[in-house]
Nanobody
Framework: QVQLVESGGGSVQSGGSLILSCAASGVTRSSYAMGWVRQAPGQGREGVAAIENDDSTAYESSVKGRFTISLDNAKKVVYLKIDNLLPEDTAMYYC?????????????????????WGQGTQVTVSS
């Protein structure tokens, strides 16, 4: 049974940085992708970054240059480093995992084509 546990959220001031982590357990497939999806109050879920275990990555255009996703394949831990946080980054951030993804990593991210989801970690940015 796959489980995802996020950590690292919090309240920060605009311009600050955060690192979110997500540890996956129960993953036995050799091919998988992990990503981060955020949901701001009153908004739908939005994929912001994703990575496959071959290190292919994808980013939502508005976060490029500020968000960096990385994967420790041995530990199955995905990280999201967020620099220069903006108030509009305030959201619940969910970790998600796709097993044996069939489409491109960009398609996985944009289409939220994930099989498993974490509980989320809140990021609040004050101006």
């Amino acid at each position: 049974q796959v489980q995802l546990v996020e950590s690292g959220g919090g309240s920060v001031q605009s311009g600050g940085s955060l690192i979110l982590s997500c540890a996956a357990s129960g993953v036995t497939r050799s091919s998988y992708a992990m990503g981060w999806v955020r949901q701001a109050p009153g908004q739908g879920r939005e994929g912001v970054a994703a990575i496959e275990n071959d290190d292919s990555t994808a980013y939502e255009s508005s976060v490029k240059g500020r968000f960096t996703i990385s994967l420790d394949n041995a530990k199955k831990v995905v990280y999201l480093k967020i620099d220069n946080l903006l108030p509009e980054d305030t959201a619940m951030y969910y970790c998600a995992l796709a097993l044996d993804p069939h489409n491109s990593i960009m398609s996985t991210m944009e289409g939220l084509e994930y099989d498993y989801w974490g509980q989320g970690t809140q990021v609040t940015v004050s101006s």
